[in-house]
Nanobody, 117 residues
């Protein structure tokens, strides 16, 4: 089964940008969709964005729409979350996930993003 490893988190000032990466290994495998979730301290994990690999159809949470972009490099088995215009409320552990049309079956260990001045 695929293993997902996130990277790219860190400390950034409000208004700044970060790009998270999710490297998938353990294949060969075919993933239907890849997504990103996040969990802020004291809050439940929430959906951020996902993309259907075959159609490149992407979906975003209202809170990040217009600021975040999800993408994939199939040749590298790597998936990305470009985050622009970051706000303090974007502070969270970000998780990469992948799976079928019906469920997210695989999860990474998470990468911490802190937005603070």
């Amino acid at each position: 089964q695929p293993q997902l490893v996130e990277s790219g988190g860190g400390l950034v000032q409000p208004g700044g940008s970060l790009r998270l990466s999710c490297a998938a290994s353990g294949g060969p495998f075919s993933l239907y969709k890849v997504g990103w979730f996040r969990q802020a301290p004291g809050k439940e994990r929430e959906f951020v964005a996902d993309i259907v690999m075959r159609t490149n159809r992407d979906v975003y949470a209202d809170s990040v729409k217009g600021r975040f972009t999800i993408s994939s490099d199939n040749a590298k088995n790597t998936h990305y979350l470009q985050m622009n215009s970051l706000k303090p409320e974007d502070t969270a552990v970000y998780y990469c996930t992948a799976g079928s049309a019906f469920a997210y079956n695989y999860w990474g260990q998470g990468t911490l993003v802190t937005v603070s001045s």
